[in-house]
C-alpha cells in the first residue's frame, strides 16, 4: 500500500506542497470531531484489522468511562459494548439499552452518547472500509482518522493478495523495459533515488498516461493503493473463513445421519437453512469478486483518473456489502472453530445444540444485508 510515508516521499522529489496533496482519502475534513479529548489510548492492530471491533475512542463520545470500550458483533450478530475481555475471565458485554441505567443517564431524554451508539449498533460490520461510510452516513466524527486504516502489519500480510492490483499499474507506467520495478516498493526506491531527473521523467509518465497534473500522481497512487487494499482485505477474510465453513457443513452430514438427531426436524431445517444461506452468501461475494476483476482489468485498457473513479466507486458502493456479509459470518465461524477446532471435538448433540443456540440466531440478518446490496453497476 502506498500510504502517507510513500506520498511524501514522492513530494519531495517534486518539492510540492505537503497541504496539497495529502488528502486522506476518507474526505475526513467535513467530519472534525468536537472539542472531546479521547483518553490517552490507542487501537490494537487486531481491532483495527478486525471486521466486527470498533474502539470507542475513536468516537467523539462524552463518557469518559466508555473510551476505554469496544463495540463488537457478537455471535448472535448483536451490536454490544464490551466492557473487557480476557482468556480467563472471558467477554464482559453489556447491551446498548442497558447503558442508561448503568451509566444514570435520563430515561425521559436519550443521552447523546446513547443516540450515537444506537446508530452504530445497527451497522453491520465494524471493519475500517465499512466504517469510513457508515459514519460519513451517519453525519459521526472520529476523534483520529488514522484509525481507520489497516496497521502496517496487516497491509505486509496482503502484499501477495495486492499483486494482481499493482502489477497492471506498474507495466503499463514503467513497461518491461525496467526489470527493477516488481512491485510498490520498487517505485518507492524510484523516487527516492538521488536521480531527481530521473523521478521527475517518471512522474511526468505516469501524470500523461492518466491524464492528471502532476502534483496529482501522489494522491492518485495513495486512492490507488487504499482501494485495492480494501479488495484483498476482503479476500484474505474469505479465505480465512473458508476452512471453518467447510467444516461446519460437513458435520450437517454427520448430524443428519445421526440416528439420535435425524428426527428432529427442527434441527434438519435449520441446517438445510444455514448451508443454503451460506452457500449463497459465498457464491455472491466470489461474484463480485470476479466482477472486480474484470472491471479493473478492462480499466487499463484506456486508463484516465475519470476511469478509475468509476472503479473506486463501484468498488465503495460494495465495502458495506462484503464486510457485513464477511463479519458475520466470520463471527458465527470463530465461535464454532475455537469450540470445535477439529473434526472429533464436540459430539453430534453439543454441535446440534450450538447450531440452534448460537449459528441460528442472526442468519437472516446476513440475507438481508446481501439483499439490500446495490446493483452491480456497468462501466464505460
Known amino acids: 500500500m502506498l ?17 496539497i496533496v495529502m488528502q486522506d482519502p ?28 470498533l474502539p470507542l475512542f475513536i468516537l467523539p463520545l462524552e463518557t469518559t468511562a466508555l473510551k476505554r470500550a469496544r463495540l ?24 446498548i439499552e442497558n447503558l442508561a441505567l448503568e451509566f444514570g443517564w435520563p430515561e425521559d431524554q436519550p ?36 484509525e481507520l486504516r489497516l496497521s502496517e502489519e496487516k497491509a505486509g500480510e496482503l502484499s501477495e493478495y495486492m499483486t494482481a492490483f499493482t502489477r497492471p499499474l506498474i507495466m503499463q507506467i514503467f513497461g ?12 518507492i526506491a524510484l523516487f527516492r533515488d538521488p536521480d531527481i531527473a530521473k523521478a521527475r521523467q517518471k512522474l511526468q509518465t505516469m501524470a500523461d498516461k492518466l491524464g492528471v497534473k502532476l502534483q496529482d500522481v501522489p494522491k492518485f497512487l495513495e486512492d490507488y493503493g487504499d482501494i485495492f487494499l480494501s479488495l484483498s482485505y476482503y479476500r484474505q477474510c474469505l479465505d480465512a473463513i473458508e476452512p471453518a465453513i467447510s467444516g461446519m457443513i460437513a458435520s450437517f452430514d454427520d448430524l443428519r445421519t445421526n440416528w439420535q438427531l435425524k428426527n428432529d426436524h427442527s434441527l434438519m431445517q435449520t441446517c438445510d437453512m444455514i448451508e443454503s444461506t451460506v452457500n449463497g452468501m459465498l457464491a455472491a461475494i466470489t461474484g463480485r469478486f470476479e466482477n472486480f476483476d474484470r472491471s479493473t482489468g478492462n480499466m487499463w485498457d484506456n486508463i484516465t483518473a475519470e476511469r478509475f473513479r468509476q472503479v473506486e466507486k463501484l468498488i465503495k458502493d460494495y465495502h458495506t456489502t462484503i464486510g457485513g456479509v464477511l463479519c458475520a459470518l466470520s463471527v458465527k465461524m470463530d465461535a464454532w472453530a475455537r469450540l470445535f477446532p ?34 452491480l453497476a456497468a462501466l464505460n
Open 3 to 19: 500510504g502517507a510515508s510513500v506520498a511524501l516521499e514522492l513530494m519531495r522529489c517534486e518539492g510540492m506542497r505537503a497541504d
Open 26 to 53: 476518507v474526505e475526513a475534513p467535513d467530519l472534525e470531531a468536537p472539542d472531546v479529548k479521547a483518553p490517552d489510548v490507542k487501537a490494537e492492530d487486531s481491532d483495527r484489522d478486525s471486521l466486527h471491533i
Open 72 to 95: 463488537i458483533k457478537n455471535v448472535r450478530l448483536k451490536g454490544v459494548i464490551e466492557l473487557f475481555e480476557d482468556e480467563q475471565a472471558g467477554s464482559g458485554q453489556i447491551g
Open 111 to 146: 443521552h447523546p452518547d446513547l443516540i450515537m451508539l444506537r446508530k452504530l449498533g445497527l451497522a453491520s460490520s465494524y471493519d475500517v472500509y465499512s466504517l469510513r461510510l457508515t459514519l460519513r452516513e451517519l453525519e459521526i466524527p472520529v476523534n483520529n482518522y488514522d
Open 176 to 187: 518491461d523495459d525496467d526489470v527493477s520495478i516488481q512491485d510498490f516498493e520498487d517505485v
Open 342 to 375: 477439529e473434526k472429533d471435538v464436540g459430539g453430534p448433540v453439543k454441535r446440534a445444540e450450538f447450531i440452534m443456540s448460537d449459528i441460528k440466531p442472526g442468519i437472516d440478518t446476513i440475507q438481508n444485508i446481501e439483499d439490500s446490496a446495490p446493483m
